[in-house]
């Protein structure tokens, strides 16, 4: 017979959460290894609303956001966009999309994915423990970015090395408003989108 482990056979959901401003390549690397490594049944995108973290800045508009994280995980069967926090009304934190996901999914095991920068911060979030209660947190380290000992509980953080992809969305968004390519940094029809909506034009940056 069949030895089955207690919680085998739940679905396990990947949740990548970001700004996705705009999603790159950097971003769905990391999630198609998470998904590997851990064997995620399914990763879900959730983009923010307006992150709290980023509310000196000027953020794209939710839909256009949202609308390039569709755009670039149509493809891949595994991967799926979830519009609860931008949905939301105020301001994203992981707490609440961690609470409504865990309500809408209740019998799936969470994999919270995140970059190792995020990760360092991961104690200034509010509510802390109920995060760790709620999600298993997966850490994917990206260049130029070093794990400092982050004190965090034992089993409730992994790390995952993801091959090396030094793109950002704010290297994306400075290369369009100096006029420079994005091609293969970002997903094709997430050029195609960004030059269609004119995003990331600065003023005075070269249009073209
Ligand atoms: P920005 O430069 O505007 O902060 P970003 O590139 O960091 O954008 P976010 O939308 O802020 O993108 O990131 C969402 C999540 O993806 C975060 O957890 C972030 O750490 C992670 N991430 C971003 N870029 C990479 C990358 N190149 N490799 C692995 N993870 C990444
Ligand atoms: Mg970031």
Known sequence: ??????????????????????????????ASEVAARFDLDEVVFVPTGQPWQK???VVSPAEDRYLMTVIAT????QFSVSRIDIDRPGRTYTIDT?????????????FFITGADALAQILTW????ELFSLAHFIGVTRPGHHLADPGLPAGG?????????????TDCRARVAHGDPVWYLVPDGVVRY???RQLYR???????
Do not use: C, W, Y
């Open 1 to 30: 017979g069949e030895h089955i482990e207690p919680g085998a056979g739940k679905r396990r959901l990947g949740v990548m959460g970001g700004t996705f401003d705009p999603i790159h390549h950097g971003h769905l690397v990391a």
């Open 55 to 57: 509310s000196h800045q």
């Open 74 to 77: 149509a493809s891949n069967p």
């Open 98 to 110: 961690l609470r409504d996901l865990h309500t809408r999914h209740p019998d799936a095991e969470l």
């Open 126 to 129: 509010r509510d802390a423990e």
């Open 157 to 169: 953080v992994s790390l995952v090395e993801v091959p090396a992809l030094a793109i950002s969305s």
């Open 194 to 196: 960004i030059n269609k």
């Open 202 to 208: 600065g003023a005075g940056a070269p249009r073209g």
